[in-house]
């Protein structure tokens, strides 16, 4: 639950930063004017720091799942001590990890699009970023999710309690939709990937982070209705709350 929400907290955070680069945006569209404002660096730094945490997030949850199925009897992941810790850490190593995009310049302010973001060509920060932000934990998910299934399998086929292999079944199937929503944020963050790739030979399209960013915005929408519907511990929270109303009482006259 507390790994759940974690991913849910990244998603929201990007979706404000996205939502403020999206009015940025138009506020300049509108009045037809090329302005950089004291904040755009900061939302550029800061769409690449919760890019990081909502990756990581991501396996940090599939790292768990396996630990409860390889490793059941080892309990301390399931601390929320130690999963507060991990979750903390993914924070702050979120935060200083998009230093070297900072200091050294690359987030620029782009005309076109209105935004402030690393300029897609080939260099080395650009290839740092590919790397750490999203072909490390995307490919970490994906591989453990099929450590697994593998595990599963085996299990299937060698005496094992039925309690223990319903678990392990039960967990797969948690990794398997952290698995769909890593495809799903990678589906529509292709046309970015595709910039990326183009930037290394070549000068990306008229408004390439306007239609990337957009994409983007839709799998964020998706992905958080995906959360919600598969989460049924979040699921049954925010209905409580939803549902709660206060309790009034009424004091009659004698």
């Not at 790292?63 to 409860?68: K, L």
């Not at 039925?162 to 678990?167: E, G, K, V």
């Not at 799903?184 to 595709?194: C, D, E, S, T, W």
């Not at 930037?199 to 995906?226: C, D, N, Q, W």
Request: charged residues 15%; glycine residues 2%; contains cysteine.
């Amino acid at each position: 639950m507390m790994l759940v929400a974690n991913s849910c907290l990244a998603e929201l955070l990007i979706t404000c930063d996205l939502f403020w680069m999206a009015i940025f945006a138009l506020e300049n569209d509108l009045k037809q004017q090329q302005y950089m404002d004291s904040f755009c660096i900061f939302r550029g730094y800061a769409i690449y720091t919760t890019c990081f945490t909502q990756n990581y997030s991501y396996l940090l949850q599939a790292i768990y799942r396996y630990m409860s199925i390889v490793h059941p009897t080892r309990l301390f992941w399931r601390s929320k001590r130690v999963q507060i810790f991990f979750i903390g850490l993914s924070w702050f190593i979120g935060i200083i990890c998009v230093f070297p995009h900072l200091f050294t310049g690359r987030i620029v302010y782009h005309v076109d699009d209105q935004i402030c973001q690393m300029s897609l060509n080939l260099s080395v920060v650009t290839v740092y970023n590919v790397v750490l932000l999203y072909l490390i934990p995307v490919n970490g998910t994906i591989f453990i999710y099929f450590k697994l299934v593998r595990y599963v399998k085996e299990m299937s086929t060698h005496v094992t309690s039925a309690n223990t292999l319903l678990r392990a079944q039960r967990e797969l199937k948690m990794v398997h939709r952290i698995v769909v929503l890593v495809a799903l944020l990678v589906a529509f963050g292709l046309p970015y990937a595709i910039f990326i790739f183009m930037g290394f030979f070549t000068e990306p399209p008229k408004y390439h982070f306007r239609i990337a960013y957009t994409s983007i915005s839709v799998s964020l929408i998706i992905i958080m209705i995906t959360i919600f519907q598969s989460t049924e511990p979040l699921k049954a929270f925010v209905k409580k709350k939803i549902n709660r109303r206060p309790m009034i009482t009424v004091q009659t006259a004698e």
